[in-house]
């Protein structure tokens, strides 16, 4: 038998008789017992237990934490690492990107004498219905309908547009999304900012503007405010649809 077979017996027999159980033995005798992991790795349940004492050192090889030292020591090592051998919960799901906020804007005109007599889109049917409620115009008429992408972080979005009409009516839009994640519960729009800018040539310059923020729920329109324009209608209404894509 050469000299390189009886260290792999050694280990073979260390193997068979490795158990957590309690060692006897004299106070000064020196044992060393093998510990096979069944859910963590060697490496990692050495380190949990390494202390002074006894030898505690993982072989990776062949998947096994080596335990040297008193009886008494080797005993408390081997229950400590049966009880710290457990299974690993799986790991907590990463949490996802935050998701685009896309705003819908529309600009519905409200006229006190005209006949009303356009198709209101279905999405809008039931916030202007509320509207009505409320102001008593003749006839309400859906003039621009424009969308916004943004995401969380208060960064700005805006986007400009004109209103053909009698007069020139610029309009420009801004909006921010606040820095909490949204959820389809509650979408925070920190900014929502609506100007228009009409130009007449023997009145000059005349602007109007909506401002404010709020909280709106994943594809729940809502009436957002109201500037009075002329030449273009008696009221504008603003009205706002978000939904996460």
């Known amino acids: 038998m050469t000299r390189h077979t009886i260290p792999a017996l050694c280990l073979t027999l260390l193997l068979l008789v490795g158990s957590p159980a ?19 790795q060697a490496d990692v349940l050495a380190r949990l237990v390494s202390q002074s004492g006894p030898l505690v050192k993982a072989d990776p090889a062949l998947g096994v934490v080596m335990v040297q030292g008193r009886p008494a020591q080797v005993s408390m090592v081997l229950e400590t690492l049966a009880e710290v051998d457990r299974p690993q919960p799986d790991p907590a799901p990463a949490d996802p990107a935050p998701a685009d906020v896309v705003v819908d804007l529309h600009l519905v005109g409200a006229f006190r004498s005209e006949a009303d ?24 008429r859906l003039l621009e309908s424009l ?29 921010s ?13 920190n900014l929502i900012s609506l100007k228009f800018r009409r130009t007449d040539s023997a009145v000059g310059v005349e602007e109007a503007q909506i401002e404010t923020m709020l909280t709106a729920a994943h594809g729940k329109t809502l009436v957002v405010g109201k500037a009075g324009v002329r030449g273009i209608a008696d009221g504008i209404f603003l009205l706002l649809t978000a939904r996460l894509e």
């Not at 309690?22 to 963590?40: C, M, N, V």
């Not at 007599?117 to 003749?138: K, Q």
Request: proline share 8%; hydrophobic share 30%.
């Open 147 to 175: 969308t916004v992408r943004t995401a969380p972080g208060g960064r700005l979005a805006s986007v400009k547009g004109q209103i053909q009409s009698e007069d020139r009516v610029d309009y420009s839009v801004m909006l």
């Open 177 to 189: 999304v606040a820095d909490e994640r949204p959820t389809p519960e509650a979408i925070k729009l």
């Open 22 to 40: 309690t060692l006897t033995g004299a106070e000064d005798e020196q044992l060393t017992r093998i510990y096979r992991p069944k859910h963590a």
């Open 117 to 140: 007599s356009s198709v209101t889109p279905e999405p809008l049917r039931e916030a202007i219905d509320e509207i009505r409620d409320t102001f008593p115009f003749s006839s309400y």
